[in-house]
């Protein structure tokens, strides 16, 4: 039998714990492919700032800062079939 595509869900931080948490789902034949899609696609960094705009004059900027080396099989939580 083949290979099944199937969608993980990659929980990473935990923002009822702390500060941030990110979700993510990523189709993949095996959680080891799934880390490497989501590594690939990550940057180190992504800013915010026009995303969240300027609250008159109060924000100079909004940075999230990744670490996507530290990104592993075990930051799956649940995975179905697509």
Do not use: C, W
């Not at 080891?32 to 700032?49: E, G, K, N, W, Y």
């Not at 999230?64 to 939580?77: C, G, K, M, P, T």
Request: charged content about 25%.
């Amino acid at each position: 039998m083949g290979a099944n595509l199937r969608r993980y869900h990659f929980d990473l931080g935990d923002s009822t714990a702390g500060p941030v948490g990110i979700t993510v789902r990523i189709n993949a034949f095996d959680k080891q492919s799934a880390v490497r899609r989501l590594r690939a696609i990550l940057p180190d960094q992504l800013d915010l700032t026009r995303l969240l705009g300027d609250h008159r004059g109060a924000t100079e900027h909004v940075t999230l800062h990744l670490n996507v080396d530290a990104i592993q099989a075990s930051d799956i939580y649940d995975h179905e079939f697509v």
